[in-house]
């Protein structure tokens, strides 16, 4: 069996097709999906897709590329994530790929996540891309380890993958692994400790091989699961077990 560690459910590509998706789930033995928040004017949908079945989470929290938007407190996000469905805090992080200039206020909002995650007890999604270096900088001083989490969506290097479990984090696949060129992030698939290891869909995004370019739902979490398998010579049934048991030892809110 497989979990999806990190979709988006509450997106408009699902919004006719949750009956088909949650269908496909079952015949692909993909048991639970968290599906994670990216702003909190759409927090209410992500909690709906959450509360409409019993193996679906949800997060709260806002992703580093919002930048016109309404900014978190702490206080916010520690009341929005007492919900029993919401297991986690974010997607939240740093991302200097797809935005420019002083980005003094994405630091500053990671840092409030990561108050709120220790303050709730639960743990962090940590979205990074073209900021390794800020955004363990950021997890260290603000003791992100005491909320311990995971990196989503993981295409750095094997030291930022080392540094980040040493904080006690662990680092989740997505279906980037499964395409040609992505040869580094292979062997971080190749080279991750199994106990550390998550996999995802991120979906409706990064569909994985042989879906590549079509939209992405959780029921592929299955095709990354196979090429971790094939990558580290061992049974897709062994990564399944082993991803599973990772989400929920993180993810304990969603034993319930």
Request: aromatic residues 8%.
């Amino acid at each position: 069996m497989f979990v999806d560690s990190h979709c988006h459910l509450d997106f408009p590509e699902f919004a006719s097709r949750m009956p088909e998706v949650l269908d496909r789930m079952a015949e692909h033995r993909v048991t639970h999906a968290l599906s994670i928040s990216v702003d909190l004017a759409e927090f209410g949908n992500v909690l709906a897709v959450a509360e409409s079945a019993p193996h679906l989470f949800a997060s709260v929290g806002v992703h580093p590329d919002y930048e016109e938007t309404h900014e978190p407190t702490v206080d916010e996000l520690v009341r929005l994530a007492a919900h029993p469905k919401v297991v986690a805090i974010g997607e939240t992080g740093l991302d200097y790929y797809r935005l420019t200039g002083d980005l003094a206020w994405q630091r500053e909002r990671f840092r409030v996540h990561i108050r709120a995650a220790r303050e709730v007890g639960k743990p962090l999604v940590i979205h990074t891309r073209s900021a390794a270096a800020d955004t363990l900088a950021v997890m260290r001083e603000e003791r992100a380890a005491d909320a311990r989490g995971v990196m989503h969506c993981f295409t750095e290097s094997w030291e930022v993958a080392e540094a980040a479990i040493d904080l006690g984090f662990y680092i989740s696949l997505s279906g980037i692994v499964t395409f040609k060129n992505a040869k580094s992030l292979q062997d971080v698939a190749r080279r991750l400790p199994l106990d550390r290891m998550l996999i995802e869909t991120d979906s409706p995004f990064l569909a994985p091989v042989p879906f590549r370019g079509k939209t992405n739902e959780p029921a592929f979490v299955a095709h990354v699961a196979a090429k971790v398998a094939e990558l580290r010579g061992i049974s897709v049934d062994e990564v399944g077990r082993a991803t599973t048991a990772n989400f929920f030892r993180l993810f304990d809110g969603a034993r319930a």
